[in-house]
Each structure stands twice: as structure tokens, then as C-alpha cells.
């Protein structure tokens, strides 16, 4: 199994979240290779530009494929490359308020003073140690709402 870390736009997160429920991901032509090593039980974590913020957990349950039609909200390309998933963690707007990223803990981010280069990627393969991280952060978050 592999973990990965795929960055979003607010924007085409909630596209992702709100509209397909989470069962769906499109990503650019450029990641191809990536998405191609991508297998079903792979995780996926998701980290929202703009906001700083890591929102959701799903684990690929089917076979890449490619689509053109229209979904998510870019400039110059459609995510024509699309992959089935199933969410497995799912943060709301309000608990997205809740979260504190643990940076500081990561292993994949070796400068931790320039956060942002790490997240230019949209697509990169990080340790199973960091994704249990970045787990358990989420957890904490729903379920503190949880019990609330």
C-alpha cells in the first residue's frame, strides 16, 4: 500500500466533497506516471490551498481512467485523469476551523521554513509514518465535534 498526498483548490475540494461525495478524484495530465502507480487500497490524504489545511482521507477502490468532461474548476486543463475513491475521513468547514496542521512533525517537509515548496506539488508519495500523522489529526478534530 501507498499514501499519498494530492493538493486541492478550496474551490475543487468542495467540488470533490459537496457535488461527488467523495468518489471521485480528477488530476492534471502532468501526474500521470504517479497516477499510474496508484493502486486500489492506496490512501490519500488531501491538503486545501489557500486555507493550509488537511481535509480528508480516501482510499482508491477502482482503476484510473481518463474523462474529459467538465467538473472541477481549472484554467487550462479538465483533470481528465480520474480515479475512483471512497472517503474514509471526512472534515467539514467548521472542524477544517478546529484543525492545527502538524507540520513540525512531518518527515516529507525536511526545511520547515518554507512550507509552501512542499505544497506546490499536487501530487507526491509520502511515509506511511506521515499519513498515520496527519491520521490522527483528523481523528482528534471529528471526534472532538463528535462529542459535542
Not at 502532468?30 to 489557500?50: A, H, L, P, Q, T
Not at 481535509?55 to 481528465?80: H, M, Q
Request: with cysteine; net charge positive.
Amino acid at each position: 500500500m501507498k499514501y499519498w498526498l494530492v493538493v486541492s483548490t478550496p474551490e475543487n475540494f468542495r467540488i470533490t466533497r459537496d457535488t461527488l461525495n467523495f468518489k471521485l478524484l480528477g488530476l492534471s495530465n502532468r501526474y500521470r506516471e504517479k497516477v499510474y502507480r496508484m493502486n486500489i487500497g492506496d490512501k490519500i490524504i488531501f491538503y486545501i490551498s489557500k486555507i493550509k489545511k488537511f481535509g480528508a482521507i480516501a482510499c482508491v477502490n477502482g482503476t484510473s481512467y481518463r474523462d474529459k468532461n467538465e467538473i472541477w474548476l481549472a484554467e487550462k486543463e479538465k483533470f481528465p485523469l480520474r480515479i475512483p475513491v471512497e472517503n474514509e475521513l471526512l472534515l467539514t468547514d467548521a472542524e477544517l476551523e478546529l484543525l492545527e496542521s502538524p507540520f513540525e512533525s512531518l518527515e516529507f517537509i525536511k526545511h520547515k521554513d518554507s512550507l509552501k515548496n512542499y505544497f506546490r506539488v499536487s501530487v507526491r508519495e509520502i511515509g506511511e509514518k506521515d499519513f498515520n500523522i496527519l491520521r490522527q489529526a483528523l481523528l482528534k478534530v471529528k471526534n472532538r465535534s463528535d462529542t459535542q
